[in-house]
Structures are given as structure tokens and as C-alpha cells.
């Protein structure tokens, strides 16, 4: 606590800020949205060295070396691509000087402070990022599911018939279950979650 308490009262700690929707044009992390696809801003923190911007399709990370360099490394994680999990939120003490939101992301582990006096905020951001992650699981699960029940169909199929299938009907089934499993993965693969930051996030 007192170790917490020296690095704030030297300016050494790096604790964010939320950024209001009127200043996402002036940090960085605008520079990287890809809003010739519709890619939106939700929610940005930034600190000295870092930003953390959330939109509809990924989470944008700028990692700064230190708060004393201006080098940067931009990090994406799409939605798509990588599912979010161990969401929770550390509230402040009586002492604290801050709020600790943590979450993982395609396995790599996320511990962001934001200055407590914006806890109803970081609070909003919680709630989207955990029902994110909820429908993940879900459509992961629904997923598999899904595909386990195409094998078990096909395989059915071709064991009743064995070597007596013709081409056409090998080439048929082949066929539906590409434009099956392309169905399923668009389906369950969620590429765009505007609909839940917008039901969470209130600025």
C-alpha cells in the first residue's frame, strides 16, 4: 500500500483516464480505426503510456515502452479472432487511488488502472466486455455443437451407403456440408458487437 501510495505521490504510477467521445479525434487510436468498414469507437482509456480504445469489431492496445517515451506498439485483437474471458472489476479502497479492470483476450491478460472517480464509467465498460465474452462462449459452444452434428450426420450417411455412393451424390454431400459449415461459421463467428456496447455503454 505505502509502495502504491510513494509511486503516485512522485507521478511514477500510470493510471488512465476515460476520454470523452468529443476527444476520440485527438489520441491516437483514431488513426488506426478502420471506418471505411464501419469500425466505430465505444470506449477509450488512455494513460501516459498507453491507450486502450474499444469499438464494434476488436480492442486497439498502443503499449508504450514508458510514460517518458513517445515510442508506441500497436496492438489489434478482433473479435473475431480472439475471445475475451476473466472479466472482473477491482474497485477502489478508502486509500486507493484508482479502479482495476482485468480481463484476457486471446490469452493475453489485460490489468488496466483507471482513476476511480470514473468508476461508474469503467463500470458500464465492464458489464459490455462481460456479456461480450458471455456470448463467446455461447456461439464457441454452439459452434462445436453444430459441427459435431454434421460429422455424426455425414458419417451416418456414408456408412449406410458405403462404396455404393455414386460421385454425384459424394460431390452433393460434400457441397452442403461446405456451404453448411460456412453458414455456421458466420453464424456463430460474431465479428460485430456494436448492438452490446451500445446497450452498456451510457456516455
Known sequence: MFK????????????GKVVP??????VESDDFIL???G??????IKSKADEYCFTNLSLLHLDGDSALSKKRALKRYSFHDYTIAKVWLETAGTVDLDVELKFSIGGEHFSIDIIKSQ???VKDLYKALYRIASIQETNRDMHAFAEESLNTTLGTVK??????????????LNEYAFA?????????KRK?????????INN
Do not use: C, N, R
Open 39 to 44: 469500425e466505430k469507437i465505444y470506449f477509450l
Open 159 to 172: 456408412s449406410g451407403f458405403g462404396d455404393s455412393l455414386k460421385i454425384e451424390t459424394v460431390s452433393a
Open 180 to 188: 453448411w459449415k460456412k453458414k455456421a461459421y458466420t453464424e456463430y
Open 21 to 26: 467521445p468529443s476527444d476520440y479525434d485527438k
Open 35 to 37: 471506418k471505411e468498414d
Open 119 to 121: 468508476i461508474d464509467q
Open 192 to 200: 460485430d458487437f456494436g448492438d452490446v456496447f451500445e446497450k452498456y
Open 4 to 15: 502504491k501510495l510513494a509511486s503516485e505521490a512522485l507521478g511514477l504510477s500510470d493510471i
